[in-house]
Protein backbone atom coordinates (compact mmCIF):
# COMPACT_ATOMS: atom_id res chain seq x y z
CA UNK A 1 0.00 0.00 0.00
CA UNK A 2 1.44 3.72 -0.86
CA UNK A 3 1.09 7.18 0.16
CA UNK A 4 -1.14 9.01 -2.14
CA UNK A 5 0.58 11.99 -2.93
CA UNK A 6 -1.52 14.89 -1.92
CA UNK A 7 -2.80 17.40 -4.05
CA UNK A 8 -1.39 20.94 -3.57
CA UNK A 9 -3.92 23.37 -2.41
CA UNK A 10 -5.55 25.94 -4.24
CA UNK A 11 -5.49 29.15 -3.52
CA UNK A 12 -7.74 31.95 -5.28
CA UNK A 13 -6.26 34.89 -6.38
CA UNK A 14 -8.76 38.08 -7.57
CA UNK A 15 -7.60 41.59 -8.30
CA UNK A 16 -8.63 44.70 -10.03
CA UNK A 17 -6.57 45.94 -13.14
CA UNK A 18 -4.88 48.31 -10.22
CA UNK A 19 -3.80 45.34 -8.39
CA UNK A 20 -2.91 43.18 -11.09
CA UNK A 21 1.11 43.37 -11.21
CA UNK A 22 0.92 42.28 -7.44
CA UNK A 23 -1.70 39.76 -7.89
CA UNK A 24 0.72 38.22 -10.82
CA UNK A 25 3.76 38.20 -8.19
CA UNK A 26 2.17 36.27 -5.36
CA UNK A 27 0.76 34.10 -8.36
CA UNK A 28 4.56 33.23 -8.90
CA UNK A 29 5.37 33.36 -5.53
CA UNK A 30 2.17 30.70 -4.63
CA UNK A 31 3.91 28.15 -6.92
CA UNK A 32 7.12 28.77 -5.40
CA UNK A 33 5.50 27.58 -1.70
CA UNK A 34 3.92 24.66 -3.18
CA UNK A 35 0.41 25.73 -3.98
CA UNK A 36 -1.75 25.40 -7.00
CA UNK A 37 -3.01 29.56 -7.59
CA UNK A 38 -6.28 29.73 -9.17
CA UNK A 39 -6.35 33.59 -10.58
CA UNK A 40 -9.66 34.26 -11.31
CA UNK A 41 -8.05 37.83 -13.32
CA UNK A 42 -7.74 40.30 -14.18
CA UNK A 43 -4.98 41.32 -15.74
CA UNK A 44 -3.22 44.73 -16.05
CA UNK A 45 -4.38 45.60 -18.98
CA UNK A 46 -8.14 44.15 -19.25
CA UNK A 47 -9.88 46.62 -16.57
CA UNK A 48 -12.31 45.32 -14.12
CA UNK A 49 -14.33 46.98 -10.84
CA UNK A 50 -12.97 45.40 -7.82
CA UNK A 51 -16.58 44.81 -6.09
CA UNK A 52 -16.93 42.52 -9.06
CA UNK A 53 -13.81 40.57 -8.68
CA UNK A 54 -14.42 40.27 -5.06
CA UNK A 55 -17.64 39.00 -6.08
CA UNK A 56 -15.68 36.49 -8.04
CA UNK A 57 -13.42 35.45 -4.85
CA UNK A 58 -16.26 35.22 -3.56
CA UNK A 59 -17.93 32.75 -5.29
CA UNK A 60 -14.97 30.32 -6.01
CA UNK A 61 -14.67 30.30 -1.55
CA UNK A 62 -18.48 29.49 -1.88
CA UNK A 63 -18.31 26.72 -4.32
CA UNK A 64 -15.36 24.85 -2.68
CA UNK A 65 -12.95 25.32 -5.73
CA UNK A 66 -10.52 27.37 -2.77
CA UNK A 67 -10.69 27.49 0.83
CA UNK A 68 -8.90 30.28 1.24
CA UNK A 69 -7.62 33.44 -1.30
CA UNK A 70 -6.07 36.85 -1.95
CA UNK A 71 -7.62 39.98 -3.32
CA UNK A 72 -5.49 42.88 -4.39
CA UNK A 73 -6.46 46.75 -5.82
CA UNK A 74 -4.83 49.55 -5.51
CA UNK A 75 -4.90 50.35 -2.35
CA UNK A 76 -6.87 46.96 -1.13
CA UNK A 77 -9.82 48.94 0.65
CA UNK A 78 -12.37 48.55 -1.93
CA UNK A 79 -11.51 45.38 -2.72
CA UNK A 80 -11.87 44.12 1.08
CA UNK A 81 -14.80 45.95 1.72
CA UNK A 82 -16.86 44.26 -0.78
CA UNK A 83 -15.33 41.07 -0.27
CA UNK A 84 -16.96 41.05 3.55
CA UNK A 85 -20.22 42.30 2.26
CA UNK A 86 -20.30 38.43 1.79
CA UNK A 87 -20.54 36.45 5.12
CA UNK A 88 -18.44 33.62 4.51
CA UNK A 89 -15.42 35.90 3.91
CA UNK A 90 -13.16 37.01 6.57
CA UNK A 91 -10.71 39.58 4.43
CA UNK A 92 -8.39 41.33 6.32
CA UNK A 93 -6.52 43.79 4.58
CA UNK A 94 -3.09 43.73 5.59
CA UNK A 95 0.23 45.92 5.38
CA UNK A 96 2.69 44.17 6.80
CA UNK A 97 3.28 40.52 8.75
CA UNK A 98 1.72 41.72 12.05
CA UNK A 99 -1.67 41.82 10.74
CA UNK A 100 -1.28 39.24 8.60
CA UNK A 101 -0.37 36.75 11.61
CA UNK A 102 -3.11 38.65 13.57
CA UNK A 103 -5.52 38.31 11.34
CA UNK A 104 -5.40 34.73 11.87
CA UNK A 105 -5.08 33.96 15.27
CA UNK A 106 -7.95 36.30 16.15
CA UNK A 107 -9.78 36.23 13.31
CA UNK A 108 -9.45 33.07 11.23
CA UNK A 109 -8.82 35.15 8.41
CA UNK A 110 -10.07 33.02 4.81
CA UNK A 111 -8.89 36.16 2.76
CA UNK A 112 -5.67 38.31 2.43
CA UNK A 113 -6.55 41.43 1.04
CA UNK A 114 -3.15 44.02 -0.19
CA UNK A 115 -3.29 47.12 -2.01
CA UNK A 116 -0.28 47.41 -4.68
CA UNK A 117 -0.28 50.76 -4.50
CA UNK A 118 0.53 51.33 -0.71
CA UNK A 119 3.25 48.04 -0.13
CA UNK A 120 6.03 46.83 -1.55
CA UNK A 121 6.20 43.09 -3.24
CA UNK A 122 8.79 41.92 -0.60
CA UNK A 123 6.38 42.69 2.28
CA UNK A 124 3.55 41.50 0.26
CA UNK A 125 5.21 37.78 -0.40
CA UNK A 126 6.01 37.75 3.78
CA UNK A 127 1.94 38.22 4.30
CA UNK A 128 1.19 35.39 1.84
CA UNK A 129 3.54 33.55 3.83
CA UNK A 130 2.63 34.62 7.13
CA UNK A 131 -0.91 34.59 6.17
CA UNK A 132 -0.78 30.68 4.85
CA UNK A 133 1.62 29.10 7.37
CA UNK A 134 -0.37 30.76 10.62
CA UNK A 135 -3.12 28.99 12.28
CA UNK A 136 -6.52 30.09 13.77
CA UNK A 137 -5.64 30.66 17.95
CA UNK A 138 -9.63 29.74 18.81
CA UNK A 139 -10.06 30.04 22.30
CA UNK A 140 -11.42 33.85 23.75
CA UNK A 141 -11.01 34.42 19.26
CA UNK A 142 -13.60 31.94 18.55
CA UNK A 143 -17.02 33.23 20.03
CA UNK A 144 -16.16 37.01 18.33
CA UNK A 145 -15.72 34.87 14.98
CA UNK A 146 -18.85 33.22 15.23
CA UNK A 147 -20.42 36.67 15.64
CA UNK A 148 -19.15 37.46 12.12
CA UNK A 149 -20.94 34.74 10.22
CA UNK B 1 -31.05 88.53 10.73
CA UNK B 2 -28.40 87.24 12.22
CA UNK B 3 -26.49 83.47 10.93
CA UNK B 4 -27.42 80.39 13.14
CA UNK B 5 -24.25 79.29 14.85
CA UNK B 6 -24.25 75.92 12.91
CA UNK B 7 -23.66 72.73 15.42
CA UNK B 8 -20.56 71.03 15.08
CA UNK B 9 -20.49 67.89 13.35
CA UNK B 10 -21.03 64.16 15.04
CA UNK B 11 -18.63 61.98 14.49
CA UNK B 12 -19.47 58.47 15.79
CA UNK B 13 -16.71 56.19 17.69
CA UNK B 14 -16.53 52.92 19.18
CA UNK B 15 -13.92 49.99 20.00
CA UNK B 16 -13.62 47.17 21.40
CA UNK B 17 -11.14 46.95 24.59
CA UNK B 18 -7.96 46.65 22.76
CA UNK B 19 -8.91 49.68 20.85
CA UNK B 20 -10.10 51.85 24.21
CA UNK B 21 -6.70 53.99 24.63
CA UNK B 22 -6.60 54.91 20.95
CA UNK B 23 -9.99 55.75 20.67
CA UNK B 24 -10.00 58.14 23.70
CA UNK B 25 -6.84 60.22 22.15
CA UNK B 26 -9.36 60.39 18.80
CA UNK B 27 -12.39 61.72 21.00
CA UNK B 28 -9.90 64.60 22.90
CA UNK B 29 -8.40 64.76 18.71
CA UNK B 30 -12.24 65.39 17.11
CA UNK B 31 -12.77 68.30 19.78
CA UNK B 32 -9.05 69.82 19.36
CA UNK B 33 -10.54 69.38 15.27
CA UNK B 34 -13.90 71.19 16.27
CA UNK B 35 -16.62 68.25 15.84
CA UNK B 36 -18.21 66.42 17.95
CA UNK B 37 -17.68 62.90 19.58
CA UNK B 38 -20.02 60.35 20.23
CA UNK B 39 -18.66 57.95 22.01
CA UNK B 40 -20.26 54.65 21.45
CA UNK B 41 -17.56 53.05 24.04
CA UNK B 42 -16.30 50.82 25.37
CA UNK B 43 -13.49 51.83 27.50
CA UNK B 44 -10.20 49.53 28.39
CA UNK B 45 -11.55 48.03 31.81
CA UNK B 46 -14.86 46.94 30.02
CA UNK B 47 -14.53 43.88 27.66
CA UNK B 48 -16.68 43.98 24.63
CA UNK B 49 -16.72 41.88 21.46
CA UNK B 50 -15.40 43.78 18.56
CA UNK B 51 -18.72 42.59 16.26
CA UNK B 52 -21.16 43.78 18.74
CA UNK B 53 -19.01 47.39 19.05
CA UNK B 54 -19.03 47.50 14.75
CA UNK B 55 -22.75 46.49 15.20
CA UNK B 56 -23.47 49.51 17.78
CA UNK B 57 -21.59 52.14 15.18
CA UNK B 58 -23.45 51.03 12.12
CA UNK B 59 -26.87 51.51 13.90
CA UNK B 60 -25.47 54.89 15.01
CA UNK B 61 -24.99 55.35 11.25
CA UNK B 62 -28.36 54.42 10.20
CA UNK B 63 -30.44 55.99 12.36
CA UNK B 64 -28.89 59.63 11.76
CA UNK B 65 -27.12 60.23 14.95
CA UNK B 66 -23.80 60.69 12.82
CA UNK B 67 -22.82 60.66 9.42
CA UNK B 68 -19.45 59.39 9.54
CA UNK B 69 -17.46 57.28 12.16
CA UNK B 70 -14.05 55.99 13.53
CA UNK B 71 -13.51 52.33 14.61
CA UNK B 72 -10.73 50.76 16.59
CA UNK B 73 -9.74 47.42 17.62
CA UNK B 74 -6.26 45.73 18.23
CA UNK B 75 -5.74 45.21 14.56
CA UNK B 76 -8.96 47.12 12.86
CA UNK B 77 -9.22 44.18 11.02
CA UNK B 78 -12.08 42.22 13.38
CA UNK B 79 -13.99 45.31 13.77
CA UNK B 80 -13.90 46.33 10.03
CA UNK B 81 -14.66 43.05 9.03
CA UNK B 82 -17.68 43.42 11.06
CA UNK B 83 -18.68 47.07 10.05
CA UNK B 84 -18.48 45.86 6.06
CA UNK B 85 -21.58 43.35 6.78
CA UNK B 86 -23.48 46.78 7.17
CA UNK B 87 -24.44 47.67 3.47
CA UNK B 88 -24.64 51.35 4.72
CA UNK B 89 -21.18 51.10 6.34
CA UNK B 90 -18.36 51.62 4.39
CA UNK B 91 -15.40 50.84 6.52
CA UNK B 92 -11.63 51.52 5.50
CA UNK B 93 -8.78 49.97 7.55
CA UNK B 94 -5.84 52.36 7.16
CA UNK B 95 -2.71 52.40 8.36
CA UNK B 96 -1.12 55.53 6.51
CA UNK B 97 -2.34 58.68 5.85
CA UNK B 98 -2.31 57.84 2.25
CA UNK B 99 -4.85 54.87 3.02
CA UNK B 100 -6.86 57.53 4.55
CA UNK B 101 -6.74 60.23 1.46
CA UNK B 102 -7.29 56.79 -1.26
CA UNK B 103 -10.48 55.47 0.55
CA UNK B 104 -12.15 59.24 0.48
CA UNK B 105 -11.11 59.52 -2.91
CA UNK B 106 -11.86 56.20 -4.48
CA UNK B 107 -14.31 54.28 -2.07
CA UNK B 108 -16.64 57.35 0.01
CA UNK B 109 -15.81 55.87 3.19
CA UNK B 110 -17.94 56.74 5.86
CA UNK B 111 -16.14 54.61 8.41
CA UNK B 112 -12.44 55.05 9.43
CA UNK B 113 -10.69 51.99 11.33
CA UNK B 114 -7.46 51.73 12.91
CA UNK B 115 -4.99 49.08 14.88
CA UNK B 116 -4.32 50.36 18.08
CA UNK B 117 -1.09 47.56 18.54
CA UNK B 118 -0.52 48.42 14.77
CA UNK B 119 -0.40 52.05 14.28
CA UNK B 120 1.37 54.85 16.77
CA UNK B 121 -0.99 57.68 17.99
CA UNK B 122 0.60 60.46 15.92
CA UNK B 123 -0.47 58.57 12.44
CA UNK B 124 -4.01 57.73 13.88
CA UNK B 125 -4.15 61.57 14.37
CA UNK B 126 -3.21 62.67 11.17
CA UNK B 127 -5.59 59.41 9.30
CA UNK B 128 -8.77 61.13 11.43
CA UNK B 129 -7.63 64.65 9.94
CA UNK B 130 -6.97 63.55 6.37
CA UNK B 131 -10.11 61.23 6.71
CA UNK B 132 -12.52 64.12 7.87
CA UNK B 133 -11.30 66.50 4.97
CA UNK B 134 -10.85 64.56 2.19
CA UNK B 135 -13.68 64.76 -0.60
CA UNK B 136 -14.91 61.91 -2.57
CA UNK B 137 -13.53 62.01 -6.21
CA UNK B 138 -16.25 60.75 -8.11
CA UNK B 139 -16.06 60.26 -11.58
CA UNK B 140 -15.08 56.54 -12.12
CA UNK B 141 -15.11 55.69 -8.81
CA UNK B 142 -19.15 56.33 -8.37
CA UNK B 143 -20.36 53.62 -10.41
CA UNK B 144 -17.64 51.12 -8.34
CA UNK B 145 -18.66 52.88 -5.37
CA UNK B 146 -22.66 51.80 -6.16
CA UNK B 147 -21.89 48.06 -6.50
CA UNK B 148 -20.91 48.75 -2.86
CA UNK B 149 -24.43 49.38 -1.78
Known sequence: MSA????????????D?????LKATLVAELERLGFRPL???TDAATPADYPDMADRLAAALADGRARRGVLVCGSGIGISIAANRHRHVRAALCHDVTGARLCREH?????LALGERLIGAEVAKECLATFLSTEFAGGR???????LG
Chains 1, 2 share one sequence.
Open 4 to 15: VPSQPEAIALAS
Open 141 to 147: HAPRVAK
Open 107 to 111: NDANV
Open 39 to 41: DLG
Open 17 to 21: HAGAH
